[in-house]
């Protein structure tokens, strides 16, 4: 920044130039890795009741949570465990998901990681 400033370059030219591109990357991987925390604390607070509202719908007799549908495939364990097999699957995956995302992401925007 010193020698962008030291040839002329104004303000706004400094921080399109320099600092945009050196943060976007650290921001990208830090909002990978925030999803899955949201998709679990959400999954949590619904399988404790008090996360997003069921649907009062009547054509949507769902759950409308994957906590809410947890916890109403832990009710049903004996003779239906698909029913709790498959949303704890879903959580699990898609927050593996991000996670690998994300650190695909870091290695990606690691300017370290050129230097290996």
């Excluded at 649907?55 to 906590?67: E, H, I, Q, Y």
């Excluded at 498959?86 to 593996?96: G, K, N, Q, R, Y």
């Amino acid at each position: 920044m010193e020698a962008a400033r030291a040839i002329g370059a104004n303000g706004l030219q400094v921080v399109l130039r320099h600092i945009v591109p050196n943060t976007l990357g650290p921001i990208i991987v830090v909002a990978a890795y925030i999803v899955p925390g949201a998709i679990i604390s959400e999954a949590i607070l619904s399988y404790l009741g008090i996360g997003i509202r069921p649907s009062v719908r009547l054509d949507a007799p769902f759950p409308t949570s994957w906590g809410s549908m947890i916890l109403e495939g832990s009710k049903a364990w004996e003779s239906q465990p698909w029913m709790l097999i498959a949303p704890t699957l879903a959580v699990a995956s898609i927050t593996l998901a991000f996670t690998f995302i994300g650190d695909g992401l870091r290695d990606a925007f690691d300017p370290r990681q050129a230097e290996r």
